[in-house]
């Protein structure tokens, strides 16, 4: 047999693949993710497939199922522990759980879904924090014996997303994606009056994670600036802010709708989740809650959604924050209560 010298060179990690290598060190995240991507994508990290492949004798069964042989695929998509950590992380499963796809194409996937301007950005970054954190905590198993629960591998990894992205919004300033396009974003501190015809529903949720309770809050105003009504509540907290804000949204929408008010404008201080219902956009984490929300809306003769920011949301912002501190669950009330009083005047005093 004549062999040629091109059969015995060496190929680069990722010849056989060069899109992905491409995109991998093109993406906008950490440096370390990217190496770590390029790693697992050239099958140069340590998982048993790879090791084996090198001729090194390890155990080739999963640390986390011990079922299965530990593949590349396996380890971070396909076992049944890490599948269920997909799931509650919104993340499209039904390609990443397809046994018959290579673990490449399961890369590539999630190369588009980041690459998809219409959904929302932290489920566009979240996937690549989400694989660091199962890769990590897998480590974790074997070598320390430490068992992480997959719902903390999740508010972990949406931890990492969140401060990585709220730091290239400092450091580079407002990254519109699509997404703060249109939204008003006036930082006068005076609050707006509804236009004739409408009152004016702000709300908003002070968010915990975990088992401590969190508050939401609403309060309706016309277009004197006059309460009409408002209320504050608790409830159990959500993972993530925008599913508080969501939360704390729907019973504004409810307590509008019971309340009689057809003609409603609701404002809140989260754009995110304003320009998911005005322009209809995809945050699959959200999918639940958004599909209440246009349920709803369709039962109000006319309907306003806005965006302002929170020195403009004061009223809702102390309502949401003084119900966590409140010993009941919730309190109605159908004229301005005491300790709202001066922030109800002084925005009934401002307001253009």
């Known amino acids: 047999m004549n062999l040629s010298i091109e059969d015995d060179e060496p190929k680069a990690p990722l010849a056989l693949h060069p899109d992905i290598a491409t995109k991998i060190w093109n993406l906008n995240i950490v440096p370390k993710l990217k190496h770590f991507l390029w790693r697992y994508a050239s099958k140069a990290i340590g998982i048993a497939e790879n090791l084996r492949r090198r001729n090194m004798n390890v155990n080739p069964y999963c640390s986390r199922c011990c079922n299965e042989l530990e593949t590349n695929d396996h380890t971070l998509f396909s076992c049944p522990s890490i599948r269920p950590i997909w799931r509650a992380a919104g993340i499209p499963t039904q390609d990443l759980w397809d046994r018959d796809k290579p673990f490449e194409g399961k890369i590539r996937f999630l190369l588009d879904l980041h690459d998809n301007k219409h959904i929302d950005k932290v489920c566009r970054y979240l996937p690549f ?52 396009q249109g939204v008003r974003s006036s930082r006068s501190s005076k609050w707006c009056k509804p236009e004739r015809g409408y009152v004016k529903c702000n709300f908003d949720a002070s968010h915990y994670e975990g088992n401590q309770s969190s508050g939401l809050g609403r309060i309706i105003r016309d277009s004197n600036g006059t309460c009409l009504d408002c209320g504050m509540g608790k409830f159990q907290g959500r993972q993530t802010i925008e599913e508080a804000e969501c939360s704390a949204l729907i019973w504004a929408i409810q307590a509008s709708w019971a309340l009689g008010y057809r003609h409603v404008e609701f404002e809140g201080d989260n754009a995110n989740i304003v320009n998911l219902i005005n322009e209809g956009g995809i945050n699959l984490r959200l999918k639940h809650y958004m599909e209440e929300i246009w349920q709803w809306r369709n039962m109000f003769n006319s309907i306003k ?39 109800v005047n002084n925005d009934a005093d401002s307001v253009f």
């Open 305 to 343: 959604f806005t965006f302002r920011h929170r020195e403009q949301n004061g009223c809702a912002d102390l309502l949401a924050r003084k119900a966590v501190q409140s010993p009941n669950n919730y309190y109605l009330y159908h004229c301005c209560p005491s300790f709202l009083n001066s922030l």
């Open 129 to 180: 924090w989400l694989l660091w954190r199962i890769w990590k905590t897998r480590n974790d198993l074997i070598f320390n014996h430490k068992v992480t629960k997959g719902e903390d591998i999740v508010g972990q990894a949406l931890i990492d997303t969140k401060e990585w992205l709220d730091c290239q919004d400092r450091t580079h300033g407002p990254q519109h994606d699509g997404k703060l």
